[in-house]
């Protein structure tokens, strides 16, 4: 295994692994709570990053590119993979201007949706890219449909910190995602996804993501239980309809329900933006053509920054 590219959190890890600790450090990334401090067991890690190893055919004639940090569950589990592989690993300074050399055939390449638009548009130095994994965030349709026809293989990621990343994996294009090797899936009453892994040592967690479970091995996702809101005895789920006006709107936004004394909760919209780009009385109008009266946000409000996680994440929080 030959690594370029070590910055101090690299470091850091590599010498915990090469040590032979049994448990490694990581952190949630705090997009739907406060951050907490896990650990993670070596034999974890090692059987994600074989199932993904496997899965992209990664051997020691690869080269593997992460322009993630070390310091979070994605960085960390690019440096297990390049252990399993014992191929050639490049940590890049995380930004959103991934592929800052020439490396070649890059192998696999992990990103989150904001360093997207660079690998669709940027000089990427002449490099070629094979796979892309894309993860900590959902695309957006229009995102996502130039991402599936792209030169390079582009697949989404399910998975968090405590599952040692990925547990499915879903092909652009395509509606579902599907398990990982060792993987099995199963909902609950509330249809909240249930992940099974009984080689893993969580052996069974029950998330917070509803799903639409179409067998033990495939679900498409619906969005996060805790994100539902119930306005006037109407279920609405804030992530759906997002995807639906992502189409429409270029900027980064966010529903949310807040207490309304005649509807219990009524649907809230943040939109990132300076308060000249947009005018959020006409943005409302554009909305009620194009969805449900049930899903037109209540007010929206408009804000030169929304709160984000270290991690790039968009919290989404009453503002």
Known sequence: MEIIGVDPQTLDFVSQWKSGAEYF?????GSTGEPKEIL?????????????????NLSSG?????????????????????????????????SNRPLNDFYGDIDLLPIVPSQAEWLLTGDLKGNRVNNVI??????????????????????????????????????????????????????????????CADGYSFDRIVTNDLVELIDNRRFRWLGRKDNV?????????????????????DKPFYLIG??????????????????????????????????????????????RKLERTPSGKIKRVLL
């Open 258 to 303: 807040r207490s309304n004394d005649k509807w219990g909760t009524e649907m809230v919209m943040y939109v990132e933006c300076d308060d000249r780009e947009i005018d959020a009385d006409k943005l409302k109008s554009r909305i009620k053509t194009i969805v449900h009266p049930h899903k037109v946000p209540h007010e929206i409000r408009l804000c």
């Open 134 to 195: 894309v993860g900590g965030a959902p695309l957006s349709p229009l995102l996502e449909r130039r991402l599936a026809s792209a030169s390079f293989h582009c697949v989404a990621t399910y998975g968090m910190t405590e599952t040692c990343s990925h547990v499915a994996l879903r092909p652009l294009g395509q509606p579902f995602f599907e398990a990982m090797p060792g993987v099995t899936f199963d909902v609950d009453t509330d249809r909240r996804l249930i992940i």
């Open 229 to 249: 809101i119930i306005s006037g005895g109407v279920k609405l789920h804030p992530e759906e309809i997002e995807r639906e006006l992502s189409e429409f709107i």
């Open 62 to 94: 690869s080269t593997i590119v992460s322009p993630l940090s070390a310091s979070y569950i994605a960085g960390k589990m690019m440096i297990v993979r390049a252990v399993v592989a014992d191929c050639r690993l490049v940590m890049e300074t995380p």
């Open 25 to 29: 450090t990581a952190h949630t990334s």
């Open 40 to 56: 993670l067991p070596r034999g974890d890690m090692l059987r994600s990053a074989t199932a993904t190893c496997d899965y992209f």
